[in-house]
């Protein structure tokens, strides 16, 4: 923390928070006389579930203390001060959030106009009324630079939920841009997720976690870094964030989301359930690389279909999931393919007189048994004699044990 920072501990009544509390959901919320900013930029959308807010109102009922909480005092981009009317300094809520609206929520239900009355809680005298609206928070009021506040916010990130790694880069690179991104990728029912790709599915069907959690944005963001060579993401900084945080708007990462999505919409025809939460932009990126040339994935949306019906069908493919990552790819191991069991395998060994036909025929390069060990059953693994992708079953007639050496480099080919 610099020099230049000063801390002052307050004591607020709940009175003089609730007072102008006004709420209009992800577009803001402020009260303090409007003086204070209860959801500035960096801040998380609220994610209180109803008992962690009943367990504040709890505190604040039985005139328990709180934690304290953190407000920064507002200033401009030049490092003024910002004002309100009657030029008194204006503040921005760093840290409890939560708490802050969980009490004044609690106080906007139960108490009536004349703000002294309450419905519906178990004390509901006035005095009672007066004892919550006299209840002081602890507020530490602190005043700095904007690096010097989004240092302490990253640090006070206490109470409650922890912040995701998200949303402590957004706190990093406020700006127009992130302002923009989150309000395509962030809110209840954003575009990112409404997106209509495959016959009446959303983009919400294909993509993980939730929009207000900034999961979308996080997958994004990291998608499209690699399809721009960018260096990962660390705790320290995000690239694509840092040379786009002084955009005016977030047009790129929209069009690139958009692109992917059509991508996969023009390649699959149906939907089915396990194709949510698949990385999609990163196979977007390969294909675009022309690296997935090989692969099902550059064939017709006719011919993919035809070959994921086939694949569902066949019994040796275990997985749905995997078909997508298999079609993509080409790599069999997604398939999750049928395994001898034990008892199959117990038999071929003790016929196979617990020796490996490969060492056996001197195969390879495997140099240390020359066919004389008689292995353990515990080191020899069942292969398929015919391979799945010429058609081999995991049938008895088709088991063959291999030490692990010749099992780890035999050629399908
Ligand atoms: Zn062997």
């Known amino acids: 923390m610099s020099l230049t920072m000063s801390i002052d501990l307050k004591q607020i009544k709940l009175r003089d928070l609730f007072d102008g509390y006004v709420n209009s959901d992800e577009d803001g919320v402020v009260g303090y006389g409007g003086r204070l900013d209860i959801r500035p930029k960096y801040q998380r959308e609220f994610i209180y579930g109803e008992k962690e807010q009943l367990a504040v109102i709890e505190t604040v009922k039985k005139g328990f203390p709180l934690n304290t909480m953190y407000w920064a005092v507002a200033r401009d981009?030049?490092?003024n001060k910002i004002l309100d009317a009657n030029e008194n300094e204006t503040y921005e809520l760093m840290d409890g959030q939560q708490r802050t609206i969980s009490v004044c929520e609690f106080l906007a239900n139960h108490l009536v106009v004349n703000f002294q009355k309450f419905f519906n809680i178990q004390k509901s005298t006035p005095e009672f009324a007066e004892q919550i609206l006299d209840y002081e928070?602890?507020?530490?009021?602190?005043?700095?630079?904007?690096?010097?506040?989004?240092?302490?916010?990253?640090?006070?990130?206490?109470?409650?939920?922890?912040?995701t790694e998200q949303e402590l880069l957004n706190a990093q690179y406020v700006g127009e841009w992130l302002t923009k991104a989150?309000?395509?990728?962030?809110?209840?029912?954003?575009?990112?997720?409404e997106l209509m790709v495959i016959r009446g599915k959303k983009a919400s069907d294909y993509m993980s976690g939730s929009p207000i959690r900034q999961d979308y944005l996080s997958t994004v963001l990291q998608w499209i870094a690699e399809y721009?060579?960018?260096?990962?993401?660390?705790?320290?900084?995000?690239?694509?964030?840092a040379n786009h945080q002084g955009d005016d708007t977030a047009t790129e990462i929209k069009n690139y989301y958009v692109a992917v999505m059509e991508w996969f919409g023009s390649k699959f025809k149906?939907?089915?359930?396990?194709?949510?939460?698949?990385?999609?932009?990163?196979?977007y990126n390969k294909y675009q690389r022309g690296e997935l040339a090989n692969n099902i994935i550059s064939k017709t949306a006719d011919e993919i279909e035809a070959e994921i019906v086939r694949l569902i069908g066949d019994e040796e493919v275990e997985t749905v999931k995997g078909i997508y990552e298999y079609i993509i790819t080409g790599e069999e191991k997604y398939l999750s393919l049928r395994q001898f069991d034990d008892k199959i395998k117990r038999r071929v060994y003790e016929a196979q007189a617990h020796k490996c036909p490969y060492c056996d025929q001197h195969i390879g390069g495997h140099t240390y048994a020359q066919g004389i060990t008689e292995y353990d059953y515990k080191e020899m693994e069942g292969d398929h004699i015919v391979p799945w992708s010429q058609g081999g079953k995991t049938e008895e007639n088709n088991c063959q044990m291999l030490c692990k050496w010749h099992n780890g480099h035999k050629s399908n080919n």
């Open 77 to 79: 981009e030049n490092g």
């Open 182 to 193: 989150k309000e395509y990728f962030s809110k209840t029912n954003c575009n990112a997720a």
């Open 137 to 163: 928070l602890s507020v530490y009021i602190c005043d700095g630079t904007v690096a010097d506040k989004l240092a302490w916010f990253k640090t006070i990130n206490i109470a409650g939920k922890p912040l």
């Open 270 to 283: 149906a939907y089915r359930k396990e194709m949510k939460g698949l990385p999609w932009g990163y196979w």
């Open 228 to 241: 721009q060579g960018l260096k990962p993401r660390t705790d320290e900084g995000d690239t694509y964030m």
